[in-house]
């Protein structure tokens, strides 16, 4: 049992489920109220930032500069490559998948019949994509780490940071994507069910990230720098915009700073 237990793609898997019933529980408070202030959501949104870019730099790209080191002054290049492949990867997915942000009015990739609330949906699976991948990148990367030349591996601590630090920034952006739908017309019910399965990509991209991880072996600081840099890229595309096209850039840009801060703490208290 604790074998099978102790396996990554197991432990993925775990993680990606938890992360969807997080996302799931942050929409189910659309039960509580029809909706939610604008500046309370931008808050909501600019800490989910704050979590999701702690998590990148040191969750994965730290512990992916350490595994690199015996590169010596070169290290930096997995690190580099690692980023632009990550984002790439989330721009290419961005332009072919039909989505829609919550608020814009033109959809984005594919032109599609789409109704609007399918849309809104996408974005968010779409946005939960990177977030499963950085937490099966960061398991498989404990199991892998012992075959890098530098004897660096990823300790499991950074692995439950990684894990933690997503399902606290899930809460809020399951309720932003239910608040959007009922915002549309839509009952607290299936505002609530869509939520839930705006999260179902998030154990897909967990299982593929550990898959990678167990099959890349000596490119592990690639892997990490990759899953970073998706994650940066949603940040930087859609959360920080979204977080500050309502006029509450300030508040959204503390709360950016404060779920920074959270990690950081949450980072130490966990290693």
């Known amino acids: 049992m604790e074998a099978l237990f102790g396996h990554p793609i197991l432990q993925s898997l775990l993680a990606g489920i938890l992360s969807w019933i997080s996302v799931s529980l942050g929409a189910s408070a659309i039960?509580?109220?029809r909706e939610f202030s604008r500046l309370s959501m931008d808050c909501m949104l600019g800490a989910a930032g704050?979590?999701?870019?702690?998590?990148?730099?040191?969750?994965?790209?730290?512990?992916?500069?350490?595994?690199?080191?015996h590169m010596?002054?070169?290290?930096?290049?997995?690190?580099?490559?690692?980023?632009?492949?990550?984002?790439?990867f989330l721009m290419g997915l961005d332009h072919l998948l039909p989505h829609l942000h919550i608020r814009q009015k033109q959809q984005e990739g594919l032109s599609t019949s789409w109704r609007r609330s399918v849309l809104l949906v996408t974005a968010m699976a779409l946005h939960h994509i990177p977030e499963g991948l950085t937490m099966g990148v960061g398991y498989g990367a404990v199991a892998a780490g012992s075959t890098l030349p530098s004897g660096v591996s990823l300790e499991m601590s950074s692995a439950f940071m990684v894990?933690?630090?997503?399902l606290l920034q899930n809460l809020p952006e399951g309720l932003v994507v239910a608040t959007a739908l009922r915002a549309e017309g839509f009952s607290a019910k299936k505002s609530w069910l869509c939520g839930i399965f705006s999260g179902c990509t998030a154990p897909?991209?967990?299982?593929?990230?550990?898959?990678a991880s167990q099959v890349a072996g000596s490119l592990l600081p690639f892997a990490l720098a990759a899953a970073a840099g998706a994650m940066v890229y949603v940040v930087i595309e859609?959360?920080?915009p979204e977080a500050n096209a309502s006029g509450n850039g300030n508040a959204a840009t503390v709360a950016c700073i404060g779920?920074?801060?959270?990690?950081?703490?949450?980072?130490?208290?966990v290693g």
């Open 31 to 33: 039960f509580l109220r």
């Open 50 to 69: 704050g979590m999701m870019l702690g998590a990148a730099f040191l969750g994965l790209l730290e512990p992916a500069a350490a595994m690199a080191s």
């Open 72 to 88: 010596g002054r070169w290290n930096f290049v997995p690190i580099v490559c690692g980023l632009m492949a990550g984002a790439a």
């Open 163 to 166: 894990t933690g630090t997503t």
């Open 204 to 211: 897909i991209g967990a299982i593929l990230g550990a898959v």
């Open 238 to 240: 859609e959360v920080i």
């Open 259 to 269: 779920g920074l801060c959270l990690v950081m703490s949450f980072s130490s208290l």
